[in-house]
């Protein structure tokens, strides 16, 4: 029987609410320092020209890069409006919201904040785009025959979802009233839910059950459960939860690296059998070595929307919902960076594809 002496308690509401509300009101009060810092005199605007030229150099100079970047730049000028009104948010939060303090902002520390949001946005590009395009890939020829409903693990999930939730706009606009009459183009809806080891390791099974029903997560769904890595115990978990047998969890889950490469040398029948297991829940074309480690290590080292979660909370609706503090400082833009990036390729890619 499970001692329920020390499990977390069920909170009434989240205790992150001011957080939350101040990145609220960065997001409202970001277009007035947009106004601001796109005057052509701007002090904050030619270092933003600055590092943007620096950073397309850097494009130049890498062929994979530059491939890429065809693509997001398809829509170029809208990106980078999009980018500097980012900017214009982590500005508003440095400035308490007020843009009379936008003298206090320390441009040495600015510019450096700049350049590292573009150093991950280029690794983005060099790295993390390939893995997911695998993945969509293999996502997209099982919809073929059996549309599955798309679920994607967070927080490191997030990134693929934003990415197919993109292409799947992107298809649903390419519709004309002809094209949905003649033609199959596969709609996703994808959805994306925050199942982190302390929820796995600290809740009680009826708990965890009640939470991913909230979200929309039970048996009757046709899964298939996305996570970044590194053996798929999360989505195993949660398929098992909900009623999925041993054979039908292995067809269900897709993760894009393993550190249980290291064990390869083990002929233990044990070690035999996991490795058999997680090498089967590789996505398609993805290798089981320690390079492709090091490349899904640096999609799980990027900077998260939010801190880890710490439990659960009844929200207005009476469904459990994570409880979790939002970044408010640089993190938040350099996810922000991300997320527009990735964003941006995939949908460019999927509409302007002929």
């Known amino acids: 029987m499970e001692n329920t002496n020390f499990l977390p308690k069920i909170q009434n509401e989240n205790p992150f609410n001011k957080e939350i509300q101040k990145l609220e009101e960065s997001k409202s009060s970001a277009y007035l320092f947009y106004s601001l810092i796109t005057e052509p005199d701007n002090e904050i605007n030619r270092l933003l020209s600055d590092e943007i030229a620096k950073f397309e150099e850097k494009i130049d100079r890498s062929v994979v890069v530059k ?37 206090n902002i320390n441009l040495k ?46 927080r490191d999930g997030i990134y693929a979802y934003e990415g197919r ?32 080891s302390f929820i796995k390791n600290n809740f009680d099974e009826e708990t965890k059950i009640k939470y991913l029903q909230d979200q929309g997560v039970d048996s009757s769904k046709d899964l298939i459960i996305f996570d970044t890595g590194y053996r798929g115990s999360i989505p195993e978990q949660i398929l098992r939860s909900i009623g999925f047998s041993q054979e039908e969890i292995e067809k269900r889950i897709k993760i894009l690296g393993t550190d249980f490469y290291k064990n390869y040398e083990s002929n233990y029948e044990e070690d035999l059998e996991e490795k058999t297991k997680i090498r089967n829940r590789l996505v398609k074309g993805i290798p089981y070595d320690l390079e492709n480690y090091n490349k899904v290590a640096r999609i799980e080292e990027r900077p998260k929307r939010n801190l880890t979660s710490t439990g ?7 469904k459990l919902t994570p409880i979790e503090a939002p970044f408010l400082n640089e993190v938040s833009f350099h996810y922000d960076l991300i997320e527009l990036t990735i964003r941006q390729y995939y949908f460019n890619r999927e509409y302007f594809e002929k």
């Open 109 to 154: 520390k600015l510019k450096n904040v700049i350049n590292m949001g573009f150093r991950e946005i280029f690794s983005v590009l060099e790295n993390d785009i390939s893995l997911y395009d695998k993945l969509f890939t293999e996502l997209d020829s099982i919809r073929e025959t059996d549309k599955k409903m798309e679920l994607y693990i967070g």
């Open 312 to 318: 659960l909370y009844l929200n207005i609706q009476g």
């Open 165 to 196: 939730r993109s292409i799947d706009t992107a298809r649903r606009r390419k519709k004309t009233k002809e094209e949905k009459a003649q033609r199959k183009l596969l709609e996703i809806h994808p959805r994306y839910i925050n199942y982190n």
């Open 67 to 103: 491939k890429r970047s065809e693509v997001l730049f398809l829509t170029k000028e809208k990106y980078y409006q999009k980018l500097t009104l980012r900017l214009a948010k982590y500005l508003s939060l440095e400035c308490e919201g007020d843009i009379k303090n936008i003298p």
